[in-house]
């Protein structure tokens, strides 16, 4: 849980008039539809928030900017180098956009470019002709050219890319730009493949969505080896799993090297309460299944499918060989808090029993406000070297950046709830954010 702090000083530069402004506008538009009454006026009325949208856009990139050249010149004026002088800005404008910090640096990215390289392309954000998709189509398309080329491309793009769709924009965008510079665009489509990798995410229903970024031969030629597998298997008179989940079944089989894909050994992080893992006695199916565990590094899943994962372990590995061996590890929760809690260990680095126990608590994804970046570090709150302890109370999961950035001057961390492990942050804007750790299966119900 995050939660933004607001500072009540006040700001002679007109700070309170600004955010004044704004929380009024904000007011007014909550107010907006019970004042349309056809649905005319509700067409018009969607049109236009549309425009307002993509200026709020244009205003907010400009924002940006001016912040980001603010910050660089007071950083060197305290004698950062240039490569230092806007580190953590990313940081600071992702906490006020509640975005993760490379979120908000690509958005700084799309600002600069806007502002300095693509001036037709902003002004028609600014007033609301295009979309904020279709801009960022034009940035990334045009982000290999140099800055001349660039605006070229802009202007040409200027009056073409009104009433058209994103997709349409990109294509254009795509066309001009190699157009510009055809040597560049085959540059940047060597630089590219070195960009190949492998992603997973969570999708609904206890899935995930394994996804691979590859050259385009590779990722065709995989496919069809899936393809024709399945095919076989199909034509061979099939064992009643539909094509779709032969192909399935066979990636993961190729990947993990196992005989079949419901038979991966792997260590699962599953949290739940006793009452998830036994059941109980009470209501349909048992007290626990209105509780969901939680499994690391995807989220909430149902008691009932926790307890089918857990099914697949122990004696039962020796009763049928395509069972997978599930490693489960248990952890402890705070009877009121849910927060998870254990080990004691005196060390100066977090690591082993003690580093997996805040990952688990901290969700496997970082401490910071709004950053869903997996964890990379495991930071002291109280810096070790002013005497602060290894101990769960003490730590906390970041990514790299987030350990790296609260190292720099104006940026402070400290527990001020170590009941609920709450742990705030303030930034060198005086601005402070407060998170804490997700509440473990259970805790929601046992701190009511």
Partial sequence: MNEQVVDGSTDVDGRDTVVGELASMLSRLAELPAIVVDDAARIDMLAGLERLKAAAAAVQYEVMVQFAESQRAARRGMGFAERHATRG????????????????????????????????????????????FAATFI????????????????????????????????????????????????????????????GVRPAPDT????????????????????????????????????RDQVMADTLVERLTGQASADAVSAEIGLVMTDTSLLGGNGGAGGSGDGEAAELLGYGPIPAE???????????????????????????FTDPVTG????????????????????????????????????????????????????KPGNGRGTCARGNYVKQMPGWSIRLVDPFRHIVETTTPTGHR???QPPPAPGGRQRAA
Avoid: W
């Fill in 433 to 435: 954010y407060t998170s």
């Fill in 207 to 242: 899935m995930t969505v394994v996804s691979a970024l590859l050259p385009c031969e590779q990722g065709v030629a995989a496919y069809a080896a899936l393809r024709r597998h399945a095919d076989g298997v199909i034509a061979a008179g099939g064992d009643g799993r539909t």
């Fill in 139 to 198: 940035v990334n398309e045009t982000s290999h050219l140099a800055p001349e080329q660039r605006r070229q491309v802009d202007a040409r793009l200027a009056g073409d890319i009104t009433g058209i769709g994103p997709r349409r924009v990109q294509g254009l965008a795509r066309r001009y730009a190699i157009e510009a510079d055809p040597a560049a665009a085959v540059a940047r489509a060597a630089r590219a493949r070195k960009d190949r990798r492998v």
């Fill in 339 to 390: 927060v998870v809690v254990d080990c004691d260990p005196k060390r100066r680095r977090f690591d082993g029993t003690l580093a997996r126990l805040l990952t688990y608590r901290d969700g496997g994804t970082c401490r910071d406000p709004y950053c869903d970046a997996p964890i990379r570090h495991f930071d002291h709150i109280h810096p070790y070297t002013h005497g602060g302890v290894t």
């Fill in 89 to 132: 800005v990313p940081e600071q404008i992702g906490l006020a956009t509640k975005t993760s910090p490379s979120a908000a640096a690509r958005q700084l990215g799309r600002a600069r470019a806007l502002a300095c390289h693509l001036p037709g392309t902003f002004a028609l954000l600014r007033k609301g002709e295009i979309s904020e």
């Fill in 305 to 331: 499918t926790a307890r089918d994962i857990t099914r697949c372990a122990g004696d039962r590995q020796g009763e049928d060989e395509r069972r997978a061996r599930v490693f489960l590890r248990r952890l």
